[in-house]
């Protein structure tokens, strides 16, 4: 199946998504980029142009190739142009009602064998591929942010997802030179399952008092060689999704330890999302 991949659509243009498109037109494929928001598809096609050249100044991409990329980005705000698509990786807001709600319209409007990846951080793929009539050809295909720039893609099997499926997503991500791990289908999968935890545990450390917020992400940064320290790192993936992460983890996986830090509820209901508002745990303005 993969070999015959040349259309991607990617839903969703915020910076995962058109992270992902990125991807697929520095690989040569066709992309469509859908997003409600016109406003969204021109920021995207803005960031994309400027990573693409980025990678062309540091040599990491031609000249020729830096100049057809930005070509082949096509934005919509019809998901009906997807119709010719091979896979469509889905990168909107982590909410599983409007996910579904998607999926369903997916499975109508794009062929029979397209293959329907969620690029979600911790939904369920079983349930998201019990919105449509081919639950065999839905997985996961999570990106860490940004994706132009990480070396992972975690790949999540649902239920039902099958071995075609797989492998053709698997190679796709391999296309776009990430190494791939994968998943079952459990709260968090591996990463967020892993990471959250560390970075809800940061938010109590700071909230009981034990150290400042420069300290905290000073020890972790430098004692345990992370490029970010992870209040830093919440900020950058927003706090809003850090804690509907916690929140899959902790209703997912039933145990108190996964609770939410109340530090960490009270700067997502004060709107302290993290850098894409100026202003989380640290002050970006
Ligand atoms: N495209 C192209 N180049 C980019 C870029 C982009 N989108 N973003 C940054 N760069 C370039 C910069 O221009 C810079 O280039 P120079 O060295 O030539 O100046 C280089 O990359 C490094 O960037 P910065 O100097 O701005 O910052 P940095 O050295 O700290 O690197 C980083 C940035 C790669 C993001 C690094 O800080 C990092 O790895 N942070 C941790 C990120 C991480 O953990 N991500 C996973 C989050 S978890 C997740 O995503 C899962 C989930 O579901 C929540």
Request: net charge neutral; proline share 4%; hydrophobic share 40%.
């Amino acid at each position: 199946m993969e070999e015959k991949m040349k259309v991607m659509g990617v839903v969703g243009s915020g910076q995962m998504g058109s992270g992902i498109a990125q991807l697929g037109v520095m690989d040569g494929l066709d992309v469509w980029l859908v997003d409600t928001d016109p406003d969204a598809l021109v920021r995207a096609t803005k960031s994309i142009s400027s990573s693409i050249q980025k990678f062309v100044s540091k040599g990491q991409l031609s000249q020729a190739m830096g100049t057809d990329a930005p070509r082949r980005l096509r934005c919509t705000s019809n998901l009906k142009d997807l119709h010719s698509a091979d896979i469509i990786v889905e990168a909107i807001v982590e909410s599983e009602d409007v996910k579904k709600k998607l999926f369903s319209e997916l499975d109508k409007i794009t062929k029979a064998s397209a293959i329907l990846a969620s690029n979600t951080s911790s939904i369920s793929i079983t349930r998201l591929a019990s919105a449509t009539s081919r639950p065999c050809q839905v997985i996961g295909m999570h990106f860490m942010n940004p994706p132009p720039l990480m070396k992972l893609v975690e790949v999540i099997r649902g239920a039902d997802t099958s071995d075609e499926t797989f492998r053709a997503t698997k190679a796709l991500a391999e296309r776009f030179g990430k190494t791939v791990v994968c998943s079952q289908d459990y709260a968090g999968f591996i990463v967020n399952r892993i990471l959250m935890p560390m970075i809800n545990e940061a938010f109590f450390t700071l909230y009981t008092g034990v150290a400042t917020k420069e300290d905290i992400d000073a020890g972790m940064k430098l004692g345990t060689n992370q490029p970010m320290g992870p209040l830093q790192l919440a900020d950058f993936i927003g706090l809003d999704v850090c804690l509907s992460i916690m929140k899959v983890l902790h209703t997912g996986l039933g145990d108190s330890k996964y609770a939410p830090c109340p530090l960490l509820v009270q700067y997502v209901d004060a709107g302290r999302l993290g850098k894409k508002r100026g202003i989380g745990v640290f002050d970006y303005r």
